[in-house]
């Protein structure tokens, strides 16, 4: 059974970093594309960043120069760097696996993912 399970977040003031961490397990493959995405109250989910399996980043302009995605290939473990943190940045972070077009546009994922993490909560104050 393949799994994401994301861990790392975590209430930070803002200006502050936090890393974020999603290690799957039960895959037969490397996925071709991982991302992490966000959901915050009474807002729709959104793409945060994508890396696929040529090390292609994709960053939301709200978040370029501030976060950083990353992976570890041998344990298939995607990361997240979140510096300079806004209080705009308060959301569920959820962890996707996906085919190679969610790399090439991230509003894909509303047609349909093909794993998600449970997310892990993000909270910055200001």
């Known amino acids: 059974e393949v799994q994401l399970v994301e861990s790392g977040g975590g209430s930070v003031q803002a200006g502050g970093s936090l890393t974020l961490s999603c290690a799957a397990s039960g895959f037969t493959y490397s996925p071709n594309c991982m991302g992490w995405f966000r959901q915050a109250p009474g807002k729709e989910r959104e793409g945060v960043a994508t890396l696929d399996s040529f090390g292609v980043t994709s960053y939301a302009d709200s978040v370029k120069g501030r976060f950083t995605i990353s992976k570890d290939n041998a344990k298939i473990t995607l990361y997240l760097q979140m510096n300079s943190l806004k209080p705009e940045d308060t959301a569920v972070y959820y962890c996707?696996?996906?085919?190679?077009?969610?790399?090439?546009?991230?509003?894909?994922?509303?047609?349909?993912?093909?794993?998600w993490g449970k997310g892990t909560q993000v909270t910055i104050s200001s």
């Open positions: 996707a696996a996906d085919k190679v077009y969610l790399c090439r546009d991230r509003r894909v994922w509303r047609s349909g993912v093909d794993y």
